[in-house]
């Protein structure tokens, strides 16, 4: 809400003097070590910039003013204004952005957001977190992914990957598809007993397709002798 008192007031790690300027103060380490900005809603402008933040992008203080966030962002005024107007209205807290450092390099940022009373001004309090290295781990473990899976497709056995805790099928090699006489719609996401035990004849064992027997049989050889989609047994 609007302050409607005298005197030095703090919200979330800056403080408000009585000409209307913003001095951040000197919080604990954990808040400094926090990039922070403050983003006028109605222009995209920064009205301020804590010491963690100009240490981030590169910037003296006094240059960060004069600059809009549409000059961190590269995002048309359009876009980013727009989203300003989402945080403001609580429509958006939290969103990706791809920030550009003073030194032209492009950082993956987490942004969380929402509006503050700067006296009788209303800004956008933004803590900025830097998750450049995040995204490219998980860029890095999809791709790993894919080639995994793409691997396994092309392998001339039938195999099945399972998950070992809803022991729900992953996914199957193409030569599995077409021993089963299936397709992938039809294996992956399917519990496995309910795609391998309908093919099932006999088990010289008393092996069954129960999920204790999914775990047991993945430590040891199974025989078990099977209907494929021509009919004969394997």
């Known amino acids: ?25 000197d919080p604990p380490k954990i808040i400094k070590d926090i990039n922070v900005l403050l983003i006028d809603p109605d222009d995209g402008g920064i009205v301020d910039a804590n010491p963690a933040a100009c240490q981030y992008y590169g910037y003296e203080h006094h240059e960060f003013f004069g600059k809009r966030l549409m000059d961190l962002n ?3 005024d359009e876009h980013t204004l727009s989203l300003l107007a989402d ?19 492009v950082r993956d940022v987490e942004v969380y957001a929402g509006p503050v009373w700067m006296r009788s001004r209303l800004v956008i309090h933004a ?7 995040r995204k490219r781990a998980e860029t890095a473990v999809r791709e790993r992914e894919h080639l995994l899976r793409e691997v396994l497709r092309l392998m001339r056995m039938g195999t099945l990957v399972i998950d070992p805790d809803s022991f729900s099928i992953i996914e199957i ?12 719609n039809q294996v992956v996401g399917r519990q496995c007993q309910d795609v391998v035990a309908p093919l099932l004849e006999r088990s010289g064992d008393g092996f069954s397709c129960s999920a204790d027997s ?12 099977m209907r494929m989609r021509d009919d004969s047994l394997c």
């Open 1 to 25: 809400a609007p302050d409607g008192g005298g005197g030095p007031k703090f919200i979330l790690g800056f403080e408000k003097q009585p000409d209307e300027k913003i001095v951040f103060f």
């Open 74 to 76: 590269k995002l048309s």
């Open 87 to 105: 945080v403001v209205d609580g429509k958006k807290q939290r969103f990706m952005s791809r920030h550009i450092l003073s030194s032209k390099k």
């Open 127 to 133: 803590i900025v977190l830097d998750i450049t290295k």
């Open 173 to 184: 090699s193409n030569a599995g598809l077409d021993l089963f006489g299936l397709s992938r």
């Open 214 to 225: 999914i775990i047991n049989a993945t430590l040891q050889n199974k025989e078990v002798l």
